[in-house]
Structures are given as C-alpha cells and as structure tokens.
C-alpha cells in the first residue's frame, strides 16, 4: 500500500516529497482532496469540480492496483471454499463408508493402503498405526512361514485323510457289531421269553397235575385210614377188656368237662391252671390239648374219647368198653388232658388215668425200646444214676423251655405261643403239652444256622434220615432246676420235630405209636 502511496505521490508533485495520499492535501495542486478508499476497497467517487487531470490519472491507477487486489482476494476465497467443500465430501464419505470399511477392516487392513495409513479411521477405536504395523508385519511373517510349510502340511494333510478313512472303515464295522449284537440280543431276549412262557404252562401244568394227584391220593388216604381205623376199632374191641397198663396218645376230654378243686370249687379242665389242686388229691402238673381224631363216647355226663382208660370194677379198661358209654357225634375240633401227680383224675365220680399214667421209668424205658436199644443200662443214663426218676419219669420225656424258640413254615415263635394246626417243616402240630417241671432234668442249648436259639429238656432222641429212619441218643448234661421250670411239649404228625439242623423225638418219644400199643401196653 506505501507503495502505491509513493508512486501517486511521485504522479502529482513530478518529484518524490512527502505529500500524503488520503485525507493529507497536496501541497503544490492547492486545496485538492484525493478519492478515499471506502471499506469495500472501491474508491469514492468525488464530487464533479473536485477532480483535476492529474487526480483522475492518479485514481485510475489506484483504482487498477485495488482490482487486482479483490480478484485475488476472491480467488483465496474461492480456493478456501473448494478446500472447505472437499474435507467435508471427504469426510461424509468416510463417515458414510465408515462400518463397512470397519466389515472389511479384517480382511483387508494388510492389503488396502488406505486401512494401513489410516487404521484409527477404519480399524478399532484405539488402533494405532504401529499396531496395524506390527500386526501386518506377523501377519507377512506367518504367510511366508505357511508357505515354507506347505509340503509339511499337504503331507498332514493326506495322512489326516487317510486317518480319516480309517476312521469311517472303524465307524462302519462298529456300527455292523452294534447291529450284530442287537439282533443277538433280540433272539436271547426272544428265547428267555419263550422259555418263561414254556415255565408258566409246564407250571400251571404242573399244578393242575399236582393237585389231580393230590385229590387222588387224599381219596385213598382217606380210604386207607378209614379201614385203619375200622381194624383198629375191631382190635381194640377185641382186646380192649384183657389189656393191661395205659394208652395215652390222644386219650382226653371234651373242653366243658368239669374239674372239682380243693379251693376254687369247679373249673371246666380247659380252664385250668398248673398248680391247681384236686379234690380226690394231688396237683395238676401239666395240661395236655391235641386235635380230637378218635371216636367220642358220653359216659355219665363226661365226653371223653372212646381210647381212654377208666376204672371200672377194679381194672382199667377202655372206655369204648365200659357198659355205661354212648357213641356220640361231637363237633368240637380240640380236646382235653392233665397230667397229675398221682397219675389219677378223679371225675363224676369215676377214676380215669391221666395222660402219662403211672409216669413211672419202666414204662419210659419200655417206650424208648420200640425205637432204640435203651441207652439206660445198668439204672444209668451215660452214667447218671436214674434211681431218682423211677416215680418221676415226667422229667425225661423230651420238650422245650417256654422261653424257646422254633421256626413254623409261616413264621419263627416262641414255644409257649405254638397252636395246634401250626407246621413245622411241613407237618402239623397236633398236640401241646404244658407242664412245669422240678428237681433235675437234662438240658441241651441249641441255636439253629438261622440263629434261632433255645433249650431242649429231657432226654432227647435225635431221629436219622435212613430208610428205615434209626434213633440214637448222646450223653446230655444233667442240671438241678431253681424253683420250677415251664416246659412245653409237642406231639407232631410222624412224631419227629424236624429243625433242619437237626430232628428230635416228640413229647411221645414213639414214631410207631400203635407199635407201642401192641408191645408195650399189650392191647
């Protein structure tokens, strides 16, 4: 600006000086104002009478310099806009392109020039350009490492494939047994069923069979002891009178038979109690039930079975004999016996015998001889004296303590809970004694495989599986008995008590009880 000052200066005066161009008047032209300059850059125009020749030319000049001054002006203008204009294109595609460059970012942050030189735009926020840097530098790295190790890997490769087929041969023949081992499978379960089917009809067949047989043979049985007891009823007809000593086996009173004691007046004899004492004398020491199986007979008011003994003009007979007695029909299923003291029961006026009868070691030792050499020799039992039980035979004869236990078929009891009809090892209870014992007696503890525990008293006869079974005996302790001891004595179908582990004689100690009939009580 000093510059064109300076030559308008030199324009007017000719010569350099210090007139000033603006609102300073030049000295030698008189009181002529130069044109200003508004702030558009455009001169003003002056008033008509205030421009010389010379001004004009001077303005003209200034005026060509202040053109040339706004074209470049508005060229810079220009350019700034153009500039403006592009960042912001550039930078709307950017932001345009920006997520699927940032898709392919990726793939192609090693490959695309721009993604190398600018990865804080398209790459991750964060990203740098050494990162990008040194991650495509690995990138190159391993490419060449891959390619070096191509031969390696297309070796893998065919011994990956070869496994593979392998593998699938493996997968096939493991797929063939599984099929194999199904079919197999099914026919094993195929034939288990069939086989258990074929069990349930030869079964049920069985059964069927079985309980034909089973009728059949009831029905003989049934007609074989019929005929039993018709010989046996004509024996004991026969030779009933003449007999001597005592049958006992199943030999009672029906239930309402009345009892006279010495104290609590009249009790039916199914009321009684051990201890109780009779009137006629002595105490009961034992009572007796069994299931009834022979003929009852009336005789006076008394039911009594027709095998019993009663006193009649100075003997015993049977009472099947007696004149007085009527055969009755008598429905009830149990009958009665006690044992006593005395060996007596005094009833209605009448002497009967009572279970035992004389209860005397002969008639025992007679007993054990129908099964066994006695093992009583010389009045000695395995060397105890036997003198002390010549009135007192009570105390061999073979039972249980009440606190014993034994195993039925249904379920294991204590002795003194057995019932008749129960069974042991198939064969019925037909009989139970309960009696009290005192004085000595011999004792034998057993316990059973199945931990069944208890005490046997008497002299035990243990019976043989043999054809024909044997019975044999072993020294047993002899012990005193404090106090009194209960016992319980059972009369079995077959008179042996089988309890597995071993089998004893029952309370009767006689497996052929009309053998012992015969010989013994010379029926």
């Known amino acids: 600006m000093s510059n064109i000052n300076t030559k308008s200066e030199k324009i007017l005066t000719g010569t350099t000086g210090t007139t000033k161009i603006g609102n300073n008047v030049v000295n030698k032209f008189g009181n002529i104002k130069i044109p200003q300059i508004n702030k558009f850059g455009n001169p003003q125009t002056p008033k008509i009478g205030d421009i010389n020749p010379a001004q004009a030319k001077a303005e003209k000049i200034l005026n060509g310099n202040n053109s040339k001054k706004a074209k470049i002006a508005i060229i810079v203008v220009v350019v700034i806009l153009v500039a403006v204009g592009c960042s912001l294109g550039i930078y709307f595609y950017i932001e345009k392109n920006k997520k699927e460059a940032r898709l392919k970012w990726p793939d192609e942050r090693c490959t695309n020039q721009m993604y190398m030189l600018f990865p804080n735009i398209y790459g991750p926020p964060g990203m740098s350009y050494a990162q990008n840097k040194a991650f495509c530098d690995s990138a190159a790295m391993n490419s060449v490492a891959k390619k070096n190790n191509a031969p390696l890997q297309n070796q893998l490769s065919i011994h990956n494939k070869t496994l593979g087929q392998f593998t699938n041969h493996i997968k096939r023949i493991n797929k063939l047994m599984y099929h194999y081992k199904k079919v197999v499978t099914d026919q094993i379960i195929k034939i288990r069923t069939d086989l258990a089917d074929t069990f349930k009809r030869l079964a049920y067949t069985y059964k069927k069979f079985k309980r034909l047989f089973t009728d059949i043979f009831m029905v003989y049985k049934s007609l074989f002891l019929t005929v039993k007891y018709f010989i046996f009823t004509i024996v004991v007809w026969w030779k009933a009178p003449w007999g001597g000593g005592l049958l006992r086996f199943f030999s009672c009173f029906g239930e309402e038979t009345l009892i006279c004691l010495k104290e609590e007046g009249i009790k039916k004899i199914c009321d009684l109690k051990l201890g109780d004492l009779l009137e006629n004398g002595g105490s009961i020491s034992g009572i007796c039930k069994f299931k009834r199986a022979g003929q009852v007979y009336k005789l006076g008011n008394l039911y009594v079975d027709g095998m019993h003994f009663v006193e009649y003009e100075g003997e015993m007979i049977r009472v099947l004999r007696h004149p007085e007695s009527i055969k009755v029909d008598y429905e009830r299923d149990i009958i009665y016996n006690i044992l006593t003291n005395t060996g007596k029961i005094g009833i209605d006026d009448r002497i009967f015998a009572d279970y035992l009868g004389d209860n005397s070691l002969v008639t025992y030792e007679a007993l054990l001889k129908m099964n066994m050499k006695s093992p009583i020799q010389d009045g000695k039992f395995f060397g105890v004296n036997m003198e002390k039980y010549e009135q007192n035979a009570l105390?061999?004869?073979?039972?249980?303590?009440?606190?014993?236990?034994?195993?039925?078929?249904?379920?294991?009891?204590?002795?003194?809970?057995?019932?008749?009809?129960?069974?042991?090892?198939?064969?019925?209870?037909?009989?139970?004694?309960?009696?009290?014992?005192?004085?000595?007696?011999?004792?034998?503890?057993?316990?059973?495989?199945?931990?069944?525990?208890?005490?046997?008293?008497?002299?035990?006869?243990?019976?043989?599986?043999?054809?024909?079974?044997?019975?044999?005996?072993?020294?047993?302790?002899?012990?005193?008995?404090?106090?009194?001891?209960?016992?319980?004595?059972?009369?079995?179908?077959?008179?042996?008590?089988?309890?597995?582990?071993?089998?004893v004689m029952d309370f009767d100690i006689v497996a052929d009880k009309w053998k012992a009939e015969q010989e013994v009580f010379k029926i």
Not at 397 to 410: C, E, L, Q, R, V
Not at 473 to 501: A, Y
């Open 395 to 503: 105390n061999l004869y073979p039972g249980f303590t009440h606190n014993s236990y034994i195993a039925t078929d249904k379920t294991i009891k204590r002795v003194d809970e057995l019932e008749i009809g129960d069974r042991i090892n198939g064969r019925e209870i037909v009989g139970l004694v309960n009696y009290k014992l005192g004085g000595r007696t011999f004792v034998t503890n057993y316990t059973t495989e199945n931990h069944i525990s208890g005490q046997l008293v008497g002299i035990q006869i243990y019976a043989q599986n043999t054809e024909p079974p044997t019975y044999t005996t072993i020294s047993q302790e002899e012990r005193w008995i404090l106090g009194e001891l209960f016992c319980i004595g059972i009369i079995i179908e077959g008179s042996v008590i089988d309890m597995h582990d071993f089998a």
